[in-house]
Nanobody, 123 residues
Framework: QLQLVESGGGLVQPGGSLRLSCLAS????????IGWFRQAPGKEREGVSC????????SYADSVKGRFTVSRDNAKKAVYLQMNNLKPEDTAIYYC????????????????WGQGTQVTVSS
């Protein structure tokens, strides 16, 4: 059974850091691009970052550039999102999702999703 499980969320003060993990089971990540998305209450799901299947291409939303870093370890079937200098506006449920090979911006282009992990940035 193909499954994605996010972890690493939590409550952090503004300026703090978190590292989210997305672990795959039931399949290998080698041929899949992985996107990170987030959804805040009352808002649409938005793309945060993405890494291509080769790892050679990454992308970031303007709002997180310079603060977030996406990486992958295919041997561990894991993808990570390092989030630094967190801001209250980063508060949301964060999801990872996969699609073949290359990244796309639209959530509708992704085939499989995790259940999400809550990130709350507050003093």
């Amino acid at each position: 059974q193909l499954q994605l499980v996010e972890s690493g969320g939590g409550l952090v003060q503004p300026g703090g850091s978190l590292r989210l993990s997305c672990l795959a089971s039931g399949f290998t990540l080698d041929y899949w691009a992985i996107g990170w998305f987030r959804q805040a209450p009352g808002k649409e799901r938005e793309g945060v970052s993405c890494i291509s299947s080769s790892g050679g291409s990454t992308s970031y939303a303007d709002s997180v550039k310079g603060r977030f870093t996406v990486s992958r370890d295919n041997a561990k079937k894991a993808v990570y999102l390092q989030m630094n200098n967190l801001k209250p506006e980063d508060t949301a449920i964060y999801y990872c999702a996969v699609r073949l090979r290359v990244c796309e911006k639209s959530p509708s282009e992704y085939n499989y999703w995790g259940q999400g992990t809550q990130v709350t940035v507050s003093s």
